[in-house]
């Protein structure tokens, strides 16, 4: 391929920056949405060389797909090469979510039936800037399936990943201390008070009170009592005399 035909690496640089700046142009004719965000796109600036069965392929186009992103713009293959002349060869979806996805390049035309897929495929990296392969790349087709291999540039931007809700703990009320019981020792029951001697209460004796006229009964009554006595030793005196009597007549 004359040297004429290729870009520096430094104007491919400089197109692509102006192809950045107008994002949204882009992404219409890539199959993106203006509103989303892009990734960083691998740009293959020096071209490369396409080989069929180990043969150089006439004419054909080139199709660059990650996963199901398949890009509109094809890629001209003439004479067993292709070019960034006009276009580029590049691996650009619309998303940053399709970081991870295979990349695989895909030739038709040129009397195939069908499409057949190149031995290179890799997985999209998470770029921080825009990655150009700065030496040519050779696709080759027809040659059994294709085989994963490295990709051209490493991935630079560690991918942020989804925080995951971490529960909120509940708060468990931690229970109310419970206080130990104080243990009193043993001690021996104390003796029943002694009860203090009892002192005999002394027992008041009721003195008779004399009363006006009871010294005057008392003395009727002693006299009544001396005039009942001699009543009856006379009445003694009387029958012993009677008795004395009644003896001496008998005799």
Do not use: K, N
């Amino acid at each position: 391929m004359p040297r004429s035909s290729r870009l520096p690496a430094i104007a491919a640089a400089a197109l692509l920056a102006a192809a950045l700046a107008a994002a949204p142009v882009a992404l219409a004719q890539d199959g993106g949405s203006p509103g989303s965000i892009p990734a960083f796109p691998i740009v293959y600036s020096e071209g490369g060389t396409v080989l069929l069965d180990g043969e150089p392929v006439a004419e054909g186009e080139l199709i660059t797909r990650v996963g199901d992103w398949e890009r509109p713009t094809v890629i001209p293959v003439r004479g067993g090469a292709f070019d960034c002349g006009d276009l580029c060869l590049l691996a650009g979806p619309p998303g940053l979510d399709y970081a991870g996805e295979p990349v695989t390049f895909h030739l038709r035309g040129g009397g195939l039936d069908g499409e057949l897929q190149a031995d290179l495929t890799y997985a999209f990296p998470l770029l921080g800037t825009p990655c150009l392969v700065d030496e040519p790349v050779t696709l080759r087709f027809g040659e059994g399936a294709a085989e994963p291999s490295a990709a051209p540039c490493p991935e630079s931007v560690t991918p942020t990943p989804t925080p995951t809700p971490i529960p909120t703990p509940t708060a468990t009320p931690a229970p109310t201390p419970t206080a130990a019981p104080t243990l009193i020792p043993a001690t021996a029951e104390p003796a029943p008070p002694t009860a203090p001697p009892s002192t005999p209460t002394p027992t008041a004796t009721a003195i008779p009170t004399a009363t006006p006229g009871s010294e005057s009964q008392s003395q009727g009554r002693g006299e009544t009592i001396i005039a009942w006595a001699a009543v009856a030793a006379a009445v003694a005196l009387g029958v012993a005399g009677l008795a004395f009597l009644w003896r001496g007549r008998r005799r």
